[in-house]
């Protein structure tokens, strides 16, 4: 995980540095880029992969990163504020969407059931949930001082191996889109837990139901 970090944070700041503050030259009428925003893209690819470097696990790695880019982080008392303002802006946006807004402590999980997120045995977004993904994308894009937590979860017919794979597919589906609508990659992270943690009782269809969900953690990006 660690490398493939690192390899998009150099995309991301080398992009950066070649293509922002492009302008032309009066005398030559060729386009250049600014020595100032060479400098900028150069300090935001070391600053990211000194924070990659350090940290204790990927959660804090992503967030050093991040700070290290030039993102900025949350301080002290304005953590509690800054979520509750976007967990208020989720409730409104989803509201009848069938997602469930859960806060724990200061992250923030949407909880999205089968019925709107892929069809059986399929990790390809269903029409109603890009809907529910837009609704989502919108927000997040505008609090962006968070990291995005994207967890698959299956019920427990077929295979473990089978299940793990299409979690696993499912959440990079998800992360696909978002990452198709501008989210910077380093706030994004996947996980498939497979069959691993249901909420309910598989020896039921509507329990089966329940535990095939995609999961979205909203986490503070806080010093």
Known sequence: ???YTRHT???LASSFALSAC???NPYTNESQTSKATIGAGVGALAGAVIGLISGDDSRERRKRALIGAGLGALAGGSVGYYMDVQEAKLRQKLAGSGVSVTRQGDHIVLNMPSNITFGVDSASIS???FQVLNSVN???KEYDKTLIEIMGHTDSSGSTGHN????ERRAASVSQYFLSR???PLRLETYGHGEAYPVASNNTGQGRSQNRRVEIVLVPISI
Do not use: E, I, R, Y
Request: hydrophobic content about 55%.
């Open 22 to 24: 492009t302008t032309v």
């Open 9 to 11: 944070v150099a995309v």
């Open 138 to 140: 919108l927000v997040v």
């Open 164 to 167: 793990q794979q299409l979690s």
């Open 182 to 184: 501008g989210v910077k």
């Open 127 to 129: 029409g109603d949930f």
């Open 1 to 3: 995980m660690l490398k």
